[in-house]
């Protein structure tokens, strides 16, 4: 696989918009992002948590992505979503990654900076190419991508600070930060994400030379405060809740109407993640810059 991914998000930033990175974690999720990816010309991230990293099998996704990378002329990139160790981060690296993400933010400032620093040296070492994502400040939610009953409290404190980002950055090396300013994981029933859009834009000023800066929880976000995100700034938009939501729906339709044979109930699903991809591509205004 294309091991220089840093040059996606360098020409993201320079053409103003963001890449989409669709969590999957089923090769039929994969295939239908690609097809979509495909048509509509825009560069994708293909994002595994753990969990979904686990689940597909490491090289497995390596290998799907690499298909994919032929079938369509794209190149494939292939993130690992929310790493929380060394370890994790060195079987992603082994298995053929070309994107990693290191997550830190819950561990005290200090202990964050020194694992995310490590992280990007062994990613270095296997490709000077390789992007790597830290994390600073807490994202609002349990860190679950699914629909949460609870209210979900948005703390001052956890959102990410300007001047820590620039120290944070310059000390670790990151190419890539994902940012706390009120957005969260999850879709809550309760609480509605408000983007702190003034925090964003001094992060952007600060840091605009130095990475690029990421929005987790892209799903329940509006549309209107999305395109905002991405005029000002925000060069990644992870979505996974909305994905899932997307296939699963479809899924227990096809299997509540009857349908036995799985090519018959899995297209439903596939379809259903076709169009919540490309509604997201169009928002992220990724589509033909390839
Ligand atoms: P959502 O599930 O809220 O879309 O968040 C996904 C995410 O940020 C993955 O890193």
């Given at each position: 696989m294309n091991l220089n991914t840093k040059q996606f998000f360098k020409k993201a930033e320079d053409g103003g918009y963001a890449i989409p990175q669709l969590n999957v974690s089923s090769a039929d999720q994969m295939k239908a992002v690609a097809k979509v990816a495909l048509e509509l010309k825009s560069p994708f991230i293909f994002g595994t948590s753990e969990g979904e990293g686990k689940f597909l099998g490491l090289r497995q996704a390596i290998a799907l992505a690499e298909v994919y990378e032929k079938e369509t002329g794209i190149a494939s990139i292939l993130n690992a979503d929310h790493t929380k160790s060394l370890e994790k981060v060195r079987e992603y690296l082994d298995a053929g990654y070309n994107s990693i993400h290191i997550d830190?933010?819950?561990?005290?400032y200090e202990e964050n900076l020194e694992i995310t620093k490590k992280a990007v040296d062994m990613a270095r070492k296997v490709n000077e190419n390789i992007s790597v994502e830290g994390e600073l400040g807490q994202i609002g939610g349990?860190?679950?991508?699914k629909i949460l009953t609870e209210a979900v409290e948005i703390k001052e404190e956890n959102l990410t600070s300007p001047k820590q980002a620039l120290e944070f950055v310059e000390a670790t090396g990151i190419d890539r930060l994902g940012v706390s300013i009120g957005n969260m994981h999850g879709i809550s029933n309760i609480t509605k994400p408000k983007l702190d859009f003034e925090r964003l834009s001094e992060l952007h000023e600060i840091l605009k030379e130095k990475c690029v800066l990421v929005l987790h929880g892209?799903?329940?976000?509006p549309d209107d405060d999305i395109k905002k995100a991405v005029e000002l700034g925000i060069r990644k938009i992870n979505i996974n809740t909305e994905l899932r939501l997307a296939f699963a729906g479809a899924l227990k339709k096809a299997l509540e109407a009857g349908e036995t044979t799985p090519y018959k109930f899995i297209a439903p699903a596939q379809d259903a993640t076709q169009k919540t991809t490309q509604e997201k591509i169009e928002i992220c205004g990724s589509k033909n810059k390839i």
């Open positions: 830190g933010s819950l561990l005290p349990p860190g679950s991508s892209g799903s329940g976000i």
